[in-house]
């Protein structure tokens, strides 16, 4: 069974510092990478997503692939009390059309 | 504006009783998509469908079924529900499987 795996969390930052959430996927064949954002109650909502190796940015979020590790992480500078939600990572794999989500980490962002 | 809807946003029904879930999206996307959420387990794809009569299973498509007549149009069907399918159910949409989803506000699924 192709997974992706998270922490569950909570992890819980004080505001204005450097949250750093990460996922593992084990399908090999998987492209592109892609991190939610989702409120309590809420359907979730793209932030970034990633297909190459390396580091990509968009304003205060930096996400990091490491396709030989099979390692996805998202980095949220500077954080702040509305960025207290759960994160989602899933994978997509072209082969198959099959997305992949991991069960996501809690983020408290603490005023 | 640019919406996926889904209705309806609540259900509560009694088991083997024949339901539809509906799904639209107006942004002509090809790939639309059902996920059930539960706690503990995150989201997981039911079934897709990759553009119009084209569809396939995801992880966890026993018990539905869903068809694909237009392109705006994905309906989930749960002929015989049963308590298992309790659950949160997501439609999402995109223009291309590898780009965004972007998701229906949910449907809330109680069977009793």
């Known amino acids: 069974q192709k997974e992706v795996e998270q922490n569950s969390g909570p992890l819980s930052v004080p505001e204005g510092a450097i949250a750093s959430l990460n996922c593992t996927y084990s399908d090999r064949g998987s492209q592109s990478f892609f991190w939610y954002r989702q409120y309590s109650g809420k359907s979730p909502e793209l932030i970034m997503f990633i297909y190459s190796n390396g580091d990509k940015e968009d304003g205060r979020f930096t996400a990091q692939l490491n396709k030989a590790s099979q390692y996805v992480s998202l980095l949220i500078r500077d954080s702040q009390p509305s960025d207290s939600a759960t994160y989602l990572c899933a994978g997509y794999t072209s082969g198959t059309y099959k997305y992949i989500f991991g069960t996501g980490t809690r983020l408290k962002v603490l005023a | 504006e640019a919406q996926v809807t889904q209705n309806p946003r609540y259900l509560i029904t009694v088991t083997g009783k024949k339901l539809t879930v509906t799904c639209s999206q107006n942004m002509n996307h090809e790939y639309m998509s059902w996920y059930r959420q539960d706690p503990g387990l995150g989201l997981r794809q039911i079934y897709y469908?990759?553009?119009?009569?084209?569809?396939d299973k995801g992880d966890v498509p026993e018990g539905y079924k869903v068809s694909r007549k237009e392109k705006r149009n994905f309906p989930l069907i749960l002929e015989s529900p049963s308590p298992n399918q309790t659950s949160l159910y997501f439609c999402a949409s995109g223009d291309r499987g590898h780009v965004e989803q972007f998701f229906g506000p949910g449907t809330r699924l109680t069977v009793l």
């Open positions: 469908s990759m553009n119009v009569e084209v569809t």
